[in-house]
């Protein structure tokens, strides 16, 4: 099993542009997430989605736009990026309520917005 | 409300010293307790997890936790650091109720003197 992958790994966008994060797992796992992390403030929680076809907003959505493709797939989507979204962006996965509870974590996505 | 609490952004100890990494949480509900670590340039993986059992609770690499519901906390400890322990702590904390969240704390950094 691969876990959680993430693309890209890393990522310079300027002011302005779009791009999209995609995030995978093969856990067969319900929930999955999308957070940021910057020095000093942990993990921020952008959105959620409990299962296939539904999502959430988690503490600091704005800016950020999700699709859950399948239950497999969870992207992130950045529309017009800003300096404020430099941060390095982490997608997990879980099956809430199912005797496990634990968050399986991507290795990440560096992102720079100059 | 639910929140989780680290003592300590940064924690140094020499190699071979006692780690104790201060966690205290409040929830409304029995929570479910985790410590998660992150090495540089990596996710997040689980060490361990209280999950309502046992209040005293062994992960791996030697680290362990004890539930105490009187002090409202869950830290975490390992009676002789490693230079390999080095990297970033974070409890977190899952509601009994299970709202699909789990609410991370700021982390705290472990370094580690030779």
């Known amino acids: 099993n691969a876990g959680v992958t993430q693309t890209p790994k890393f990522q310079v966008l300027k002011t302005g542009q779009s791009m999209t994060l995609q995030c995978a797992q093969d856990?067969?796992?319900?929930?999955m997430y999308w957070y940021r992390q910057d020095p000093g403030m942990g993990l921020r929680l952008i959105y959620y989605?409990?299962?296939?076809?539904?999502?959430d907003k988690g503490e600091v959505p704005n800016g950020y736009n999700v699709s859950r493709l399948n239950k497999r797939e969870f992207s992130l989507r950045l529309e017009s990026a800003a300096p404020s979204q430099t941060s390095v962006y982490f997608c997990?996965?879980?099956?809430?309520?199912?005797?496990?509870?634990?968050?399986?974590f991507g290795p990440g996505t560096r992102l720079t917005v100059l | 409300a639910q929140s989780v609490t680290q003592l300590g952004s940064h924690v140094s100890v020499s190699e071979g010293a006692l780690v104790l990494l201060r966690c205290n949480y409040s929830?409304?509900?029995?929570?479910?307790l985790f410590w998660y670590v992150q090495y540089p340039n990596q996710g997040l993986q689980l060490l361990l997890k209280?999950?309502?059992?046992?209040?005293l609770v062994k992960g791996i690499n030697g680290f362990e936790a004890e539930f105490k519901k009187s002090e409202t906390s869950f830290h975490l400890t390992k009676p002789s650091a490693h230079m390999s322990d080095a990297a970033e702590y974070f409890c977190?904390?899952?509601?009994?109720?299970?709202?699909?969240?789990?609410?991370f704390g700021k982390g705290t950094r472990l370094h580690i003197l030779p």
């Open positions: 856990m067969n796992h319900n929930s």
């Open positions: 929830s409304s509900v029995p929570p479910y």
């Open positions: 977190a904390l899952l509601p009994g109720n299970r709202d699909d969240k789990i609410i």
């Open positions: 209280y999950t309502s059992a046992a209040t």
């Open positions: 997990a996965s879980t099956n809430v309520g199912q005797g496990t509870d634990t968050q399986y």
């Open positions: 989605s409990a299962s296939e076809g539904t999502t």
